[in-house]
């Protein structure tokens, strides 16, 4: 290992979060993160379960916060057509820090103006920082995100180890 952020191949999950969809952002806010010359390596968009939701921000779960930042990363202020998100894994040298960098800091009035949370980020009323995108911040923590949010058949690569495991027969949602 390498003390220099931006030698290795890393991977990092950047969520685009509900009040970016809200604004129209996602094209922004991928055109800026192409600015790190990285490859994305998988995309989707989904409804965040509670269960996701809680899991994903278990750190915080003792802030007064919490409660409202589920909410939030679920899109519940903002009615149902905006309770999605995009989530992306990127996979180049030096990933989590030239992500976190163009995302710029957690709190939005202390973030570089035109990092994507200083440039589009707010405070709410209710205190909850609505930052517009989720950036990995170790390699530690972007292997437990990821591997929460995505299946190993959901991105390219085997970016981690897999295994076999057999699934009882169950019914799924085809074509019709
Ligand atoms: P990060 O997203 O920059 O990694 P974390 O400390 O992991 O920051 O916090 C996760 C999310 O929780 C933040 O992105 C933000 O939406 C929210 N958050 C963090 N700290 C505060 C706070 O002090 N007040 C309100 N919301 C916060
Ligand atoms: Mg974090």
Do not use: C
Request: proline residues 6%; glycine residues 8%.
């Amino acid at each position: 290992m390498t003390n220099d952020p931006n030698r290795g191949v890393q991977y990092t999950l950047v969520v685009i979060k509900p009040d970016g969809l809200k604004k129209s952002l996602t094209g922004n806010i991928l055109t800026k993160l192409a600015e790190a010359r990285l490859h994305i390596v998988g995309t989707k968009v989904l409804r965040v379960t509670r269960e996701l939701a809680e899991a994903h921000y278990q750190h915080l779960k003792d802030k007064p916060f919490f409660k409202d930042l589920v909410d939030y990363i679920q899109g519940k202020p903002y009615g149902k057509e905006y309770e999605r998100v995009m989530a992306i894994v990127y996979e180049g040298p030096g990933a989590i820090q030239r992500v976190r960098q163009i995302a710029g800091a957690t709190n939005p009035e202390e973030a570089d103006p035109v990092s994507v949370r200083g440039a589009y980020g707010r405070i709410t009323t209710k205190g909850v920082f609505e930052n517009v995108i989720h950036a990995s911040s170790d390699p530690t923590d972007a292997e437990r995100e990821i591997k929460l949010w995505f299946q190993p058949h959901e991105l390219i690569g085997e970016i981690y180890p897999t295994k076999k495991v057999q699934q009882p027969a169950q019914e799924i949602t085809a074509w019709a």
